[in-house]
């Protein structure tokens, strides 16, 4: 009777944390839907008619093919914006891609320059200091190598810094190539919703973890608080709990016109590195604790939950089944074995919601889905979230053994074909 | 060429930017709780104590109690002891209804509300969802954009219409279910087009239909009130949410079904699809309308006699309500409900009508309101109409309340306020729980099972309701001498037609074998007295 009891109160407790997990997920992905409302604060201010600040935009590159850099650093040039550099920031160990920085640096010597790092350790935030110590102007701004901006971007950030006060502001990435694999078109909707919805939701309750592309910041501020940090395999989210710390205001914004294009990794076997990668960082960033310096108790337990709910959500999509199957096996009774039931409300509403953000993708970036999408969208589900536990697990392992090294996501191109179809089409 | 094929196909641009999200136009959507105006908290205030005084004002007095009643009732304080029946739950009804009933019971029982019998304190549990419908549909309509006075109208007649007061008070799970069904109203018709109040309109209307399955008629028309209205840009997240959750609570009941292992009909147990078989297809229909004396033309003769004027004023209403397009839903919601009345054939439960009883009302009020809004444009008109176009307006509709309604609801709401129908009911089950011992088996009828069981039997089986012996199977296993074990059989208005309509051929046995001892009014003690040979059979001296 005991043990009976005991084990119940295990699967309902078991069961009420997942619901709890399922239902963040649900909220955070459908935020920006909540109420049109949410829509217009969601989106740019409108465009100032002058300029008021100055970009440096930093380009890290590490084993990159050229016509990749050269798509990426054209998107740069080509901005309406006018008061704009570009620094190419390579690492000395990697001599082809210097090469390649070099020569198109030699083409547009007034605009681009190239920043060779030294350092023994190789990483992105290193990368990025050594090239922030070279950024002349107001703000600077992190560009992806494989990433398309658009051309008005620049034009639209400048007014959002200056309507909005801003100190920061994180634009949108969005990934293109939804046909490539069949993880790809999940791989998409996840940045969809993330971009479109998620962050927004995080920059409403005040502490966002930064994005590492697209992302705009005051160079004195960014000076002040020392850069990125070196050691950080997620430098992007770093800086941003602790800007978010220092109550800097951050501003997020969307436009579907105004996303930079990226592609998505272009094996599952990178898709795992790099998300392994993302939350290693996000356990090394909760590590550091720098959160807790947050003013209220309010704010540490939305930090707390912010850095947490990653793990969770990959660890839920394999919890809920198993917690199910205990359940049901386990001879329980019937309202407990119910309750091991309810995180499957909001999983399952969450996959409904998908259908119709994939709508909302498709009708933002003119692709012409069919119903087979929406259907692969549904069944890819359970695999997709099988490699994000896999790989939240991964990063588990390698955190307690202080495995910190850096797995760089490989570039292939895919994202370029996208652009040229859309291009084509477009004119 | 393959090249080509890999890639996705692309539409064409379209002309210029697509124009950003846009908000919904309907400002007038604006009654909120959170912006109350000064008018209407009073009105609400008003209309809150009414609907107290009248659902409590001699609640056990009258009408008097039904079987039905004990039989949620009973269901009810099962689950306090952790089972969904006192006697095999077989699916008649999903069990939510009397889950909620249990939730709150322990209230008045903790006060000794309701006589001192359980029935009793449950009715008071009931008049709090009457209570929360009154409100809740004074919220509907304003959010229809109804004026206030007419609003405040719409109420008023759900709280004195007789037939709405005789059912609204009495243990019916379609009373549990009425203010769930309401609020998803409410809800769908949120004035902040937020998806999280479509979410919850979606859950509300679920938990209605788990309470009574009977309300699913409406979904419908919910559907109809949530996109019936200027094209908002959330509007396919809203319509997937309100149908993806509400789907998805409502599975719980199958889902509990099949863990039990009852999904589907089987050998040696109940089953949800044998429940919903026998429900839809196989009880014994109520025939046409159009046949006199078809129950189905009785039970419609019986509502009549109550609020002829609530009925007929609804449905002329309800057309009405074509002419403007929010309220268009309340013409949808109550021709769906008429549907099963006027062309089924089926078994027609008494209490079915309940739950458009608000929709009548509501229907009243709009069309009121819709009629106002049409003099209002006369005597824009017609300048120098005003103030005779709007006495007369008031006249009419003041002179049609008190000269038709009035009259026959004044009568009856008196008669149900003042009226003490249950004290032979209260006389019999006391005789019993003085008289009869404890060891005894009785056969009760279910609106005193509960009271007199939990007066010391404790045992559903030698405290027996009395349909158990015919159609739970249980009966046989527990006693073997079949109806010969039965001591007494309570007798009460209802279980001479119970046991023609259900076929209970064992009671009919203990009746025909048995003697009145103690007689209340329409209420009589029968006693066994077995036959010589019998006693054989028996094995008892």
Redesign the interface.
């Known amino acids: 009777m005991v043990s009976v009891v005991l084990a119940s109160t295990v699967v309902v407790v078991v069961a009420l944390a997942l619901f709890a997990i399922a239902s963040s997920t649900l909220y955070l992905n459908?935020y920006a839907?909540?109420?049109?409302?949410t829509?217009?604060r969601t989106?740019y201010s409108g465009l100032l008619e002058t300029e008021s600040v100055s970009f440096s935009l930093i380009m890290p590159c590490r084993n990159e093919r050229e016509d990749v850099m050269r798509a990426t650093l054209a998107a740069l040039l080509t901005q309406t914006h006018s008061k704009k550099e570009v620094i190419i920031s390579v690492g000395h160990d990697d001599p082809e891609t210097v090469a390649t920085a070099y020569r198109l640096a030699n083409e547009f010597p007034e605009l681009v320059r190239v920043s060779v790092d030294s350092n023994e350790t190789k990483n992105k935030p290193l990368q990025l200091n050594r090239a922030l110590e070279i950024c002349r102007n107001d703000v600077v701004g992190v560009f992806d190598a494989e990433s398309i901006a658009a051309k008005a971007l620049l034009s639209h950030i400048d007014s959002v810094f200056m309507t909005r006060n801003a100190d920061v502001v994180q634009g949108a990435v969005q990934l293109i190539n939804?046909?490539?694999t069949w993880y790809s078109l999940r791989n998409c909707l996840e940045y969809f919703t993330w971009f479109r919805s998620r962050l927004h939701a995080h920059s409403r309750q005040g502490f966002i973890p930064l994005g590492g592309n697209t992302v705009f910041i005051k160079r004195e501020l960014l000076n002040a608080v020392g850069g990125w940090d070196g050691s950080c395999l997620a430098e992007d989210c770093d800086l941003g709990v602790r800007l978010s710390t220092l109550g800097r205001r951050i501003v997020v914004a969307y436009s579907?016109?105004l996303v930079t294009r990226e592609e998505t990794p272009d094996s599952v076997g990178t898709l795992i590195r790099q998300r392994t990668r993302w939350s290693l960082g996000f356990m090394q960033v909760f590590a550091k604790g720098d959160w807790k310096a947050l003013p209220t108790r309010r704010m540490r337990l939305i930090a707390w939950w912010t850095l947490m709910q990653q793990h969770f959500m990959a660890f839920a999509g394999v919890c809920i089944p198993v917690a199910i199957i205990a359940a049901?096996w386990g001879n329980f009774?019937?309202i407990v074995?119910?309750i091991a039931?309810l995180p499957?409300?909001p999983t399952?509403?969450t996959i409904?919601?998908d259908?119709?953000m994939l709508?909302e993708f498709g009708?933002d970036h003119?692709?012409?889905l069919s119903s087979y999408d929406y259907f692969r969208l549904i069944v890819g589900t359970p695999f997709y979230q099988m490699i994000l536990a896999y790989s939240a697990l991964r990063a588990l392992v390698k955190f307690q053994r202080g495995d910190f090294r850096w797995e760089k996501t490989s570039h292939a191109g895919s994202h370029l074909?996208?652009i040229e179809?859309?291009a084509?089409?477009?004119s | 060429m393959a090249l080509l094929e890999l890639r996705p196909p692309v539409r064409p641009p379209d002309q210029g930017i697509r124009p950003a999200h846009k908000a919904p136009l309907d400002a007038r959507h604006s009654f909120t709780l959170r912006r109350l105006s000064r008018q209407d908290r009073l009105v609400m205030a008003a209309l809150f104590i009414m609907a107290v005084v009248f659902s409590l004002w001699n609640l056990t007095g009258a009408p008097s109690y039904q079987d039905d009643e004990g039989t949620y009732t009973a269901q009810a304080f099962s689950v306090h002891k952790g089972t969904l029946a006192p006697y095999t739950y077989w699916y008649d009804h999903p069990p939510l209804g009397w889950i909620q009933i249990a939730a709150l019971n322990w209230i008045p029982m903790l006060f000794n509300l309701g006589d001192g019998t359980a029935i009793g304190a449950t009715r008071y549990v009931i008049a709090a969802f009457f209570v929360s419908s009154a409100i809740l549909l004074y919220m509907l309509a304003r959010r229809l954009t109804v004026r206030i006075p007419f609003a405040a109208l719409t109420t008023v007649v759900f709280i004195l219409s007789p037939l709405s007061l005789v059912l609204g008070r009495q243990v019916y799970l379609d009373n549990v279910a009425v203010p769930w069904v309401l609020l998803a109203f409410y809800l769908a018709l949120s004035s902040r087009h937020a998806l999280a109040h479509h979410v919850f309109a979606g859950t509300c209307f679920a938990i209605a239909v788990l309470s009574k399955e009977t309300l699913a008629i409406f979904g419908p028309a919910l559907l109809l009130t949530l996109i019936n209205r200027p094209r908002w840009s959330n509007r396919a997240f809203s319509v997937v949410g309100f149908l993806a959750v509400g789907a998805l609570v409502l599975a719980f009941y199958p889902l509990a079904a099949l863990l039990r292992n009852e999904l589907l009909a089987g050998p040696d147990h109940v089953s949800l699809q044998e429940a919903l078989t026998f429900q839809f297809l196989k009880r014994s229909g109520s025939g046409t309308i159009f046949e006199t004396g078809s129950s189905r033309a009785e039970l419609l003769t019986g509502w009549l006699y109550f609020d002829k004027y609530l009925i007929t004023a609804g449905l002329i209403a309800a057309l009405v309500c074509l002419f403007r397009r929010n309220s268009r839903a309340i013409t949808l919601a109550v021709a769906l409900f008429a549907l099963p009345i006027v062309l089924g054939q089926g078994y027609l439960p008494a209490m079915y009508i309940i739950a458009v009883i608000p929709f009548l009302a509501l229907a009243v009020g709009v069309g009121v309101d819709i009629a106002w809004s049409g003099t209002e444009k006369l005597w824009r008109h017609h300048a120098g109409l005003k103030n005779p176009l709007r006495g007369s307006f008031v006249v009419a509709l003041g002179g049609s309340l008190v000269l038709m309604s009035m009259p026959q609801w004044f009568e009856q709401d008196r008669e149900l306020l003042t009226a003490e129908t249950n004290t032979d009911w209260k006389n019999t089950m006391t005789w019993v729980q003085d008289n009869v011992s404890r060891e005894d088996v009785v056969l009760a009828p279910y609106s005193m099972w509960h009271d007199l069981n939990s007066s010391g039997w404790d045992d559903p089986w030698s405290m027996i309701a009395v349909e158990k012996p015919d159609l739970d199977a249980q009966f046989d296993q527990i006693h073997p001498g079949s109806w010969r074990d039965v001591d007494y059989i309570v007798v009460g208005p209802t279980v001479l037609a119970n046991i023609e309509n259900l076929g209970l051929t064992r009671t009919g046995k203990v009746l025909e074998n048995s003697v009145p001892v103690k007689t209340f009014g329409e209420w009589s003690i029968n006693k066994m007295t077995v036959p010589l040979e019998e006693l054989a059979v028996r094995g008892t001296p």
């Not at chain 1, 839907?33 to 409302?37: A, S």
């Open positions: 459908t839907w909540w109420d049109p409302k829509q217009v989106s939804y046909r490539d579907p016109e049901v009774p019937l074995t119910l039931f499957l409300i399952f509403a409904a919601f259908l119709c709508r009708r003119r692709f012409e074909v996208y179809q859309a084509v089409a477009q």
